[in-house]
């Protein structure tokens, strides 16, 4: 069975316009770009109805290691459209893939001008890629492992750490922020370009241990403890009893319920978990045209940090953000063409998007 990583919420930023790297893992803020910007062609930028720019959503450190492909650096961008007649649209919404070839020189280690970073996210940005890169990627069968209980109550208490550190007081990040002076953290700002609230995401695996069977009513288990067999049966048939498109949302309720904070689920080749039973064709990779399969979505408790944290402008745009969840599909070919490579071996990607609204 493939694992699903959950991306949770870590501290906010001290700004929007707080400098990372892309090996970083975040919601909102600018794009840490791995490539100069000459290399993002403006119109990938842009929304494909009003040709406004598009806001980051989402930078996601993907890297893969999965039957003799290893690709270290490589990173997943998704943005959306502030302008509120847009937000709506499928249109509205893209994600890149950006990686270097394994073959570049230097593909497995950073830049050596790199500035130094900020110690708020220093942190999460390792154990996320400490996580991604223990990931296990190739399909199992199911089976039930051992699990450590004292290497697991470390995780738990770690992750209720930083959770904690995500429920301080918010400033109004998209009001009071203002683009710093340029130096060794800095970069050069566009304030014309939207910017959403900046916070970190550390990675917890989801995990669904026996004891808690009954908020699962979907897996079809023995041995469920007598105690809870009323409610067991209860759930059990209401599941059975719904409609097709009320179970699939129903599905998807309880695993959005088992872990309420989470911004985004992460399963490369795994299986989206679907919010309607409308769901759209990914179609092909441009580049290759091989087919494309599940990479990662983003969550609705995403929307809600943003929207806590956002000035009234944005608000409103936010307010017409009503999906449920993006589900984003890459190449599973994880492919690279001469004619989208830089001179350093860097590919730019955009991948598929698939929109599902409440």
Known sequence: MVEVILGMPGPWADDIYEVADHYTTKIGGLPDWPVSDSMIKSHVLECSLCKSNLCLLAQV????????????????????????ECGITPVSWKALRVQKLVSGEGSNAP??????????????NNDWKKDLLSFDF??????????????LSRAFSQAASLASHSKKKVRDHGHN????????????????????????????????????KKTLPFINEQNVDNTNDEVWEEEKYEYDRAPNADRIYLKFKKRLDAYPEQCFRYSYGGKELLASAEQSDPDKCRLCGGSRHYEMQLMPPLLYFLHEATGKKL????DKWNWMTLIVYTCSNNCSSEGSCGKDGWTVAEEAIVVQYE
């Open 61 to 84: 450190y993907a890297p893969i290691s999965s039957k003799g492909v290893e690709i270290e650096q490589r990173i997943i961008y998704i943005f959306g459209c502030v302008t509120p």
């Open 111 to 124: 830049a050596d001008d790199t500035v130094p970073l900020p110690t708020s996210y220093s942190t999460l």
């Open 138 to 151: 190739a399909e199992e069968e199911d089976s039930e492992n051992d699990i450590d209980l004292e290497e």
């Open 177 to 212: 922020a203002k683009p710093v002076a340029l130096g060794q953290n800095s970069r050069v700002i566009d304030e014309k370009l939207p910017v959403m609230p900046c916070f970190y995401i550390h990675a917890e695996d989801e995990i669904f241990p026996k004891q808690n």
């Open 315 to 318: 608000k409103q745009c936010l």
